[in-house]
Structure formats: C-alpha cells, structure tokens
C-alpha cells in the first residue's frame, strides 16, 4: 500500500507553535472566566471559610500539644503530632475539597471554551486566529483543511500531549516533520502556509521573551508569598 501524501507546506516548528497557542490562549482566557465567574464565586468562599477552620484547627491543636507536657517538644516532634491529629485531618481534607472543587470549575470552563475555539476554528478554516497571525495552519496527510471530526480528535488528543507532562508537545521540537502526539493520533501536520514565509514574525520573538520575564516574575512572586505565609 503506496504512503499517503503529506502536506505539500513546509512544516511549523515548535516556537511559531508555541506563539499561535499563547495567542489563542490569551484570547480563550477572559471567556473562560466570565464562564466561571458566578459558579467560581461561591468555590472562593469555601477556599477561605476552610483555610479559617484549618488555621483555628492547628491553633487549638498546637496548645493542646504544648499544655500535654512539662518539655518542650521538637519542632520534628510537634509536626508530626500535628499531622497525625484527626482534627488538623479533616480540615486539612476539607480544603483540599474546596480547592479541587474550585480547580474543576476553572478547568472545566477554560475546556469548554477552547473545545468551542481550537475546534471551531481549525474545522472552519483550518487555523485558530492565533496561528493565522503567525502564519501556520492545520492540514490532513493529503494537505487538506481538518473536518470536524479530525479537528476534535486532535483536540481530545491534545490532552494526552498535556498529560504526558507535554512530552507529546516537545515532539513538534524534536521530531523531524515537527508532529506533536496529537498530529500523530488524529494524522494533521501544521505547516506554514506561506512558502515564502517559514519564518517567526518579527514580532514574535519580542512577544516569546516577555512571556518569559513574565513566566519569571509570577514565580518570583508566588515563591515571596509562600515564603511570607511560612513566616506569618
């Protein structure tokens, strides 16, 4: 059995990839929370009211530890006590309800929205608006635009190439025809559909190196407010 044909466009690499993506994705954002906004509200306070009880669970427990002896115990000691108390348990579980609760509000809103945009559009026209500012586009083995149901194989796939740690993702980097695991499974490439053009946009670099400052930055914070809950 002679091979199928692949697309006669060059195939995008991983960067042009990642740019399209970071567009579209900050376009699905702000959709996906106004989404979950009133349903998100209510999981927020049940964060709070969980992370009060948790915070007053360990208090108490803390002074029925230090009052139960003549020696002061060990900060090793007094963790373990701590964590072993069923009190401390349950409301440590019961925070863990309210942030899983939250987490699968938000993932469940940004999944619808960007089920509706990467498929509605690569079915429709073959490309999300992200990847037709930079220039690349979905195509089938025969070079043809992706119908509706190849668009959502490749979309349900993708989950898989999150899963895997985006194992799956780094394919299109390391592979020589630039396929990540879901071009794989549902047989798409993503070429450029510019011959003339296989290139990143001038202004894709400089967007590539802010999302990166940027990256820095929210974990530089995130490590400050940890470090400052820590000391609290």
Do not use: C, Y
Not at 31 to 52: C, E, K, M, S
């Amino acid at each position: 059995m002679p091979p199928r044909p692949e697309p006669a466009e060059p195939a995008a690499g991983f960067w042009p990839r990642w740019l399209a993506w970071s567009l579209d994705a900050s376009a699905v954002a702000p959709l996906a929370a106004l989404l979950a906004w009133w349903p998100l509200r209510p999981a927020v306070h049940g964060i709070d009211a969980a992370l009060l009880r948790l915070r007053g669970t360990l208090d108490a427990a803390l002074d029925r530890l230090l009052m139960a002896g003549d020696a002061l115990p060990t900060p090793q000691a007094l963790l373990s006590a701590l964590a072993r108390d069923p009190a401390v348990q349950a409301a440590a579980l019961d925070l863990n309800s309210a942030l899983l609760h939250a987490l699968a509000l938000a993932l469940g809103a940004w999944l619808a929205v960007a089920a509706a945009w990467w498929i509605g559009f690569e079915a429709a026209r073959g490309a999300t608006p992200g990847k037709r500012l930079v220039g690349i586009a979905v195509r089938t083995r025969t070079g043809a635009r992706p119908g509706l149901r190849t668009a959502a194989l490749r979309f349900a796939a993708g989950g898989l190439s999150w899963l895997s740690l985006n194992l799956g993702h780094a394919m299109a980097a390391l592979a020589p025809a630039h396929r990540a695991l879901h071009d794989r499974i549902a047989g798409t490439s993503v070429v450029h559909v510019d011959a003339d053009a296989q290139r990143m946009p001038r202004w894709g670099w400089p967007l590539i190196g802010m999302q990166a400052s940027a990256a820095m930055l929210a974990l530089a914070w995130l490590a400050l407010r940890w470090l400052q809950a820590v000391a609290a």
